[in-house]
């Protein structure tokens, strides 16, 4: 007997992530670059409840600004819906509901969560029950962070950031989000971290061929020490980032100066991570940070990937 003759619908979640470590290779021949990153699923998650339907329909809503976000065909959740479908030679439909509470266009990989979530839905409400490894496939054809969002915990990505083995990581790490009301394209950024790396050739010296994750950085985590791990963020894209959005650099120094570890821009923004000590200096930030007028959230990582929930 399948999940969806027992219930009617199914409602999976999945996490935004933190990249605590971002290096940006060069341009390979298809204009992507080569990147070597550590990935963290925090619990800011994404619900999506699939229903059975003839066709392939959705609605969105949630707790942030969700201008940008499609509706249609061009949203990732259909597209992952789709794809499960034609796959598998699934006749009939699906309408997804959507909940967002991570940033849109915010550099937390938002619609890949949504695009894990759909998938593990229609699997689970149609029957289809592919193999981990399969969806992991399908994951890694509709987005970079999209097998990430299936996987979570903690994890290295290379290449695209598709490729992924799972990281050790103990305890818990406490961060304070930034959110910002308007996002940035990805895109944009990495145009932004190419002219940028153009006009400071000499100073910067060779970008790296392989790009790698910095053994620290994996000690830290294994250690599950907060203080270690904030001395080895690193994100390639930030001073793009920060060139685009001016704006974001005294809340980056605000957040340090209050008592964050450190802070760091998340994958490729605008939302800023900052990592805490625990969970009380987390919340001791987080009021700080609204008192001075910003959005700030606490959350924590690692979390699971994307799972069928009550
Ligand atoms: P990325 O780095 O992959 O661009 P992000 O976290 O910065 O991710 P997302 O919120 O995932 O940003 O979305 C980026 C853009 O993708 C949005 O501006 C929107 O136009 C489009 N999009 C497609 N599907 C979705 C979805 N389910 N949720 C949000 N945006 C989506």
């Keep these: 007997m399948t999940?969806?003759?027992?219930?009617p619908s199914v409602r999976v979640?999945?996490?935004g992530k933190i990249n605590v470590f971002l290096q940006v290779?060069?341009?390979?021949?298809?204009?992507?670059?080569e990147l070597a990153t550590a990935f963290q699923a925090v619990s800011l998650y994404e619900d999506v409840v699939a229903t059975y339907a003839d066709d392939f329909t959705m609605a969105v809503n949630g707790s942030v600004p969700l201008e940008g976000v499609p509706v249609d065909d061009r949203n990732l959740a259909l597209r992952a819906a789709r794809l499960l479908a034609a796959e598998t030679g699934y006749e009939g439909g699906v309408h997804l509901e959507v909940h967002k509470q991570v940033p849109v266009a915010g550099g937390m990989g938002g619609g890949s969560a949504d695009a894990a979530a759909a998938l593990v839905a229609c699997d689970a409400l149609?029957?289809?029950?592919?193999?981990?490894?399969?969806?992991?496939?399908?994951a890694a054809r509709l987005g970079a962070d999209v097998p990430f969002a299936l996987m979570g915990g903690t994890a290295i990505g290379v290449g695209r950031g598709d490729r992924l083995s799972p990281a050790l990581a103990r305890g818990r790490f406490d961060w304070v989000l930034v959110t910002s009301e308007e996002g940035v394209s990805t895109p944009a950024v990495y145009g932004e971290l190419d002219r940028h790396r153009e006009?400071?050739?000499?100073?910067?010296?060779?970008v790296p061929a392989v790009p790698q994750v910095d053994a620290d950085v994996l000690h830290a985590l294994r250690a599950g020490d907060a203080r270690m791990l904030?001395?080895?963020?690193?994100?390639?894209?930030?001073?793009?980032?920060l060139q685009m959005r001016?704006?974001?650099?005294?809340?980056?120094?605000?957040?340090?100066?209050?008592?964050?570890?450190?802070?760091?821009?998340?994958?490729?923004?605008?939302?800023?991570a900052f990592l805490c000590g625990g969970p009380e200096e987390a919340i001791d930030l987080?009021?700080?940070?609204?008192?001075?007028?910003?959005?700030?959230?606490?959350?924590?990582?690692p979390v699971p990937g994307a799972r069928v929930v009550g």
């Design 199 to 206: 006009r400071h050739r000499v100073d910067i010296g060779p």
């Design 246 to 272: 001016p704006d974001l650099a005294p809340v980056l120094e605000l957040g340090e100066r209050e008592g964050a570890l450190a802070g760091i821009v998340s994958g490729s923004g605008p939302t800023l």
């Design 13 to 15: 979640r999945a996490p």
């Design 230 to 241: 904030a001395s080895t963020l690193r994100n390639d894209l930030q001073a793009a980032t």
């Design 286 to 301: 987080q009021v700080t940070m609204s008192a001075a007028g910003h959005v700030a959230l606490h959350v924590h990582g």
């Design 126 to 138: 149609w029957g289809t029950e592919l193999p981990t490894g399969e969806l992991h496939r399908l």
């Design 3 to 7: 999940l969806a003759e027992i219930f």
């Design 25 to 33: 290779g060069g341009l390979d021949d298809d204009g992507y670059h």
